[in-house]
């Protein structure tokens, strides 16, 4: 199977405060975290350049200063003159070598900015597409409730269609579709593959999860193109689809990091999902082996002395008084009445008056039950 080449969006978080109860509500965040992150860095960036091309016409500022200074005080001809002219030039020195160490920053950081990989905001500015596309209205906001339920009901009506998209391959194909059902160029759907994406690893459908990843990070960057170009998302859908499929090698890379980093959170998430689901069920497990007295029979079991764990696991009641025998008494009591809560132990006292006398009563048991054998 041929592979295609995935990319731009990795900057797809899966939350850990997710909800897994309501997970289309916070999936948006998935997205956000890491492109608001982003987008930080992007204007630190920003700034620094502004900032060192601010200090540079600065200093050139103070440089023409300086050299106007020495010019005047070379043509004059007065003893004050010839003093300050040693200086002023020696200002104009120290100028010209912060002038040049201020343009060795300015372009150092031009080169760092070349270098830098291309994402869903640099890649989204107005020269991306000549296509004029409708403006986005502006929308309203929305309460939890309001979200969760106009999520359920596009699902419901779409389920079948998002998950066909879900699955397509080539970058035609999910064009046309998209193209012939334009109402699923939207968050619930972006929403809705991340959650699928979630669910195919948890159930170790590892190849689907990756095809449907890349689809959710095909769908989250017509998001974010109509967002950054302020526009419907139904609108300049095509516009992704022209640009991926002529882009050089810097846009696939940018794209395949993305993804790669998308489907690392997916894997992330689902394992702590599963770590949860184990947990319950260890915990369920363990409430349904608790015995009459509230105990956990297997950490009763590891916390026995070696010589009484031989004995239930041979299951020699022999081999269980002899080991008694030679224990203190008020230990032996404690072990077999722990043994007697958790179940390991299941006493034939006939007495009815509380743990006290069942506890004595089978210490007493193992005993008597010990003498008799030596009697015989």
């Not at 291309?118 to 596309?133: A, P, Y």
């Not at 970058?171 to 593959?193: F, G, I, R």
């Not at 008084?321 to 958790?342: F, G, L, N």
């Amino acid at each position: 199977m041929s592979r295609i080449d995935y990319s731009v969006w990795d900057h797809i978080e899966v939350s850990d405060d997710e909800d897994d109860t309501h997970p289309n509500i916070d999936t948006p965040s998935l997205f956000r975290w890491r492109h608001q992150a982003r987008v930080e860095r992007m204007e630190d960036f920003k700034k620094k350049g502004e900032d060192l091309n601010k200090a540079l016409s600065e200093c050139r500022r103070k440089l023409a200063e300086a050299q106007k200074k020495v010019k005047e005080l070379t043509i004059s001809s007065t003893d004050d003159a010839k003093a300050e002219l040693s200086k002023a030039q020696a200002e104009e020195k120290k100028l010209k070598k912060e002038e040049r160490d201020w343009e060795k920053k300015v372009t150092e950081h031009v080169r760092e900015e070349k270098k830098m990989p291309w994402n869903v905001d640099t890649l989204s500015k107005e020269g991306f597409s000549k296509s004029i596309v409708n403006a986005k209205p502006e929308s309203t906001d929305e309460t939890e409730e309001e979200k969760e339920q106009k999520h359920k009901t596009f699902v419901e009506k779409n389920e079948k269609q998002i998950k066909h998209f879900g699955m397509l391959r080539r970058w035609d194909d999910s064009q046309k579709y998209l193209s012939d059902n334009p109402h699923l160029v939207c968050e619930e759907t972006a929403n809705y593959l991340v959650i699928m994406c979630i669910d195919l690893e948890v159930e170790e459908k590892r190849a689907l999860m990756e095809q449907v990843a890349h689809q959710t990070i095909v769908m989250q960057f017509i998001l974010e193109l109509a967002k950054s170009l302020k526009v419907d998302p139904r609108g300049c859908f095509r516009q992704f689809f022209a640009k991926i499929k002529t882009a050089d090698q810097q846009y696939q890379d940018a794209f395949n990091d993305e993804l790669e980093s998308f489907k690392e959170r997916v894997r992330g998430r689902a394992k702590i999902r599963i770590e949860k689901a184990m947990k319950e069920y260890e915990e369920e497990e363990r409430q349904k082996r608790l015995g009459p007295g509230g105990l956990d029979p297997v950490e009763v079991y590891e916390s026995l002395p070696a010589e009484m764990q031989k004995c239930f696991d041979d299951k020699d009641i022999q081999m269980l008084q002899d080991a008694i025998s030679k224990m203190d008494p008020t230990e032996a009591k404690a072990h077999m009445k722990r043994c007697i809560d958790s179940g390991l132990w299941v006493p034939n006292s006939k007495t009815d008056d509380g743990d006290e006398k069942e506890e004595d009563a089978t210490y007493e048991e193992v005993k008597q039950v010990q003498g008799e054998t030596k009697t015989e």
